[in-house]
């Protein structure tokens, strides 16, 4: 019961200010990589760490536009094509 509570509602980030490799989150992703983007944005307000500018003036993405794709063909003419 509380499992499902604590994935949805926050992540626990704790921080090791020497080292932040130390450091540990509760997501998945740090579950996989070992780092994750809450233990750098945590270490960042913190002043532990600074992101480079480089990295901060990169474009985040575009949205998708609403609806179907202009060019959508269907899925049985795509069958046919590919065989």
């Not at 604590?6 to 990589?33: F, G, I």
């Amino acid at each position: 019961m509380f499992s499902s509570v604590e994935s949805t509602c926050a992540k626990v980030v704790t921080l090791n200010n020497q080292d932040l490799r130390r450091s540990k989150c509760s997501c998945p992703s740090y579950d996989k990589t070992n780092i994750c983007k809450h233990i750098i944005g945590v270490s960042s307000y913190f002043k532990l760490y600074t992101i480079p500018l480089e990295f901060k003036n990169l474009p985040m993405g575009e949205k998708r536009m609403r609806g179907a794709p202009k060019k959508a063909i269907k899925a049985l003419v795509r069958i046919l094509i590919t065989t």
